[in-house]
């Protein structure tokens, strides 16, 4: 699937409604969506890691370990994980693992710690998910970030973190 950006952005907006769902669930704000070739909506995901007491919940892994059990490696490869904020180190990982061949991110891991400053839920790590997949032995695409989402990604984490 060959997406222009204004159907990024309308997936990521999707993601971007994941997210909200997920804080009001008592979760941190984040959140994920996997599309297939044909630009059907496989899977939505929220971060799950509060309310499951998880800490692996992030939307990303939560979504591969459920997506992994419905489809095959090579159907995977053909679809696109949208994501409101650049995958973290563990979820970069989970992708990869999981044979996604695409991802697409409305902001940072930079613009992201810069949102949750030092609050403990989210001591991110600064390693963008291109230095982890390059690390790998194939080639997934990344995708982002979109400045033109960015606020929308942003507002749902104002007043969140402390």
Not at 19 to 42: H, K, M, W, Y
Not at 75 to 103: D, F, H, K, Q
Not at 107 to 132: F, S, Y
Request: charge should be negative; hydrophobic fraction near 35%.
């Amino acid at each position: 699937m060959i997406a222009d950006k204004e159907h990024h952005v309308a997936y990521l907006r999707r993601a971007v409604e994941v997210s909200r769902r997920a804080r009001e669930a008592g979760n941190t704000p984040f959140g994920c969506i996997l599309v297939d070739p044909q630009g059907r909506v496989l899977w939505e995901q929220g971060n799950i890691e509060i309310t499951e007491r998880n800490c692996t919940g992030h939307a990303e892994t939560t979504l591969m370990e459920a997506v992994s059990k419905r489809y095959s490696k090579h159907e995977l490869w053909g679809c696109t994980l949208y994501t409101t904020a650049e995958p973290c180190a563990m979820c970069a990982g989970s992708i990869y693992w999981g044979n996604v061949g695409r991802v697409v991110f409305g902001i940072t891991e930079k613009r992201l710690a810069e949102l949750t400053g030092d609050d403990e839920q989210n001591p991110t790590l600064d390693l963008p998910c291109t230095e982890v997949f390059a690390a790998g032995r194939k080639s997934i695409v990344v995708i982002g970030p979109f400045p033109e989402i960015e606020d929308e990604v942003v507002a749902v984490h104002e007043g969140y973190w402390q």
